[in-house]
């Protein structure tokens, strides 16, 4: 059975930086991508960035420049190096794994831009 843990988040205050780490366990394959989405209060879950399993990577086009995917196969694991944060960034951050037709979730990590 696969097991996404997302780890990392936090309250950090504008301007800072958080790295988001998600591990994935259960599974001897290479997702065929991996990614991050995040979901603000009263809002829909959306993408932030995700890579594939050649290293493709795409980015929510608000987030570009601010935020970097980055993969391990070998460990099935992904992280997302987030800089410059802004109050806006505050949400629930959900890891992503997918093979095939198959789509894992992680149970989400809480990511807080205050002063």
């Known amino acids: 059975q696969v097991q996404l843990v997302e780890s990392g988040g936090g309250l950090v205050q504008p301007g800072g930086s958080l790295r988001l780490s998600c591990a994935a366990s259960g599974s001897s394959f290479d997702f065929d991508s991996m990614g991050w989405y995040r979901q603000a209060p009263g809002k829909q879950r959306e993408l932030v960035a995700r890579?594939?399993?050649?290293?493709?990577?795409n980015y929510a086009d608000s987030l570009k420049g601010r935020f970097t995917i980055s993969r391990d196969s070998a460990k099935n694991t992904v992280s997302l190096q987030m800089n410059s944060l802004e109050p806006e960034d505050t949400a629930v951050y959900y890891c992503r794994a997918r093979l095939a037709i198959r789509v894992y979730w992680g149970q989400g990590t809480q990511v807080t831009v205050s002063s």
């Open positions: 890579i594939s399993s050649g290293g493709s990577t």
